[in-house]
Nanobody
Framework: QVHLVESGGGLVQAGGSLRLSCAAS????????MGWYRQAPGKQRELVATITTGGNTNYADSVKGRFTISRDNAKNTVYLQMNSLKSEDTAVYYC??????????????WGQGTQVTVSS
């Protein structure tokens, strides 16, 4: 199976920046894409950004222009640079990998999440 470990969450003031990291480990045959999702209290989990191995990115409208996703394929690591943070960005951020592990099936794998809190 694939294990994902996030880091970089914390408390930041509105307008500030934060950089999240997620490293994938375990038995990995291939990774189609990695990304970040978030879930705020009382809300459903939503897409933040994804990136394919080839570097194609996709962002939620709410974070376009403020967040940047990047990837180090050699390290199986994905990053999320978050700038101009708003209170609305407060959520638990989950790392995702759409990957093929030892069972040969493409599956979504999730990290345990890291809390991002934005205060005024």
């Amino acid at each position: 199976q694939v294990h994902l470990v996030e880091s970089g969450g914390g408390l930041v003031q509105a307008g500030g920046s934060l950089r999240l990291s997620c490293a994938a480990s375990g038995i990995i045959f291939s990774i189609n894409s990695m990304g970040w999702y978030r879930q705020a209290p009382g809300k459903q989990r939503e897409l933040v950004a994804t990136i394919t191995t080839g570097g194609n990115t996709n962002y939620a409208d709410s974070v376009k222009g403020r967040f940047t996703i990047s990837r180090d394929n050699a390290k199986n690591t994905v990053y999320l640079q978050m700038n101009s943070l708003k209170s609305e960005d407060t959520a638990v951020y989950y790392c995702n990998a759409y990957a093929k592990s030892i069972n040969w099936s493409l599956s979504n794998y999730w990290g345990q999440g890291t809390q991002v809190t934005v205060s005024s």
